[in-house]
């Protein structure tokens, strides 16, 4: 019994320090995509900036899945301990009262993992839409970089990715709003007088990154972003 409790503690800190580190990463991340509406100057300029990373950037890459699979992992240990630790009655009522975003939080971690790999195959290493993935600019300074403004455009220009793109964020942002309080509570900062308040800034903080990120595949279908002279 001992084992278990350690186990599931264990797990909960896991899934509430992974959850929190991932929603890091998705502002941080969220903050050099915006570079977008910069143009190709600004944003080339950052995606050659992570490549001169060299070897550091596959090792925070490496980290990020390992981060998201252990957090994969450690909700489905707790999610089996709660089904199996609750009677079929209370299961029942307990799922008439729960929201879209808790009910959908299991289905939603695989979502974040299997969209990450897709993300990496498609604009890190350039499996998907190939054709795509070796373009050059010409920075400012002569620097000749790869063109990541270009290869967005054209990836959200094709209705299938852009699509994908759009359910699999909203999936996550319904992760993040219901998983913050969640992680809160497992970490022992939560109180009464606050968890309303907790929850609300959860649900704005998810819609904010949700907007922030669907503002590209939007304003790229829009025309707002479009081809610099000359690109093909």
Known sequence: MLKFL??????????????AAIVGFLIAHLTGNLLMFGGPEKINAYGQGLRDLGPLLWIMRGGLIVVLVLHVISSIFLADKNRSARPINYEKKKSLQSTLASRSMFFSGLTILTFVTYHLLHYTLGIVQPQFFHGEYTLHDGR????????????????????TYVLAMTFVCLHISHAVPSAFQTLGINNVKYNAMIKKASAALAALILVGYLSIPAAIMAGALKLIEGAK
């Open 6 to 19: 350690r186990s599931t503690i264990l797990s909960k800190i896991v899934m509430a320090v992974s959850g």
């Open 144 to 163: 000749v970089v790869h063109d990541v403004y270009t290869m967005v455009i054209y990836g959200f220009r094709n209705p299938f990715i852009t699509i």
